[in-house]
């Protein structure tokens, strides 16, 4: 069963700067696409980012374009979420999820899930 854990999350004032960081275990990491997701309370998860099993291909929210970047460290079986530039609006619970395929593309991309780390940003 793979797990995934996040972390990372936290405070920031607007116009810093965060990394998140999603650790895969249980299967072996390169079969696995990653994305990141966000949800705030009263509203549905929403897609953020995503990354392929090769790390070749990326996909990003127009949310997340031009101030997040999804890399894959498979020395560290890690994912990482660096985010630039954050506004008030980032604030939310980050999730990390997997799958095996992107047959319906990165937005589906949840047969696994981690438990969420907070992101706080402060105007």
């Known amino acids: 069963q793979v797990q995934l854990v996040e972390s990372g999350g936290g405070s920031v004032q607007a116009g810093g700067s965060l990394r998140l960081s999603c650790a895969v275990s249980?299967?072996?990491?390169?079969?696995?696409?990653v994305g990141w997701f966000r949800q705030v309370p009263g509203k549905e998860r929403e897609f953020v980012t995503g990354?392929?099993?090769?790390?070749?291909?990326?996909y990003y929210a127009d949310s997340a374009q031009g101030r997040f970047s999804i890399s894959r460290d498979y020395a560290k079986n890690t994912v990482n979420l660096q985010m630039n530039s954050l506004k008030s609006d980032d604030t939310a619970v980050y999730y990390c999820?997997?799958?095996?395929?992107?047959?319906?593309?990165?937005?589906?991309?949840?047969?696994?899930w981690g438990q969420g780390t907070q992101v706080t940003v402060s105007s």
């Open positions: 990354i392929s099993r090769s790390g070749g291909r990326t």
């Open positions: 999820a997997a799958c095996k395929s992107w047959y319906s593309g990165p937005v589906f991309c949840r047969d696994y």
């Open positions: 249980g299967g072996t990491f390169s079969m696995y696409a």
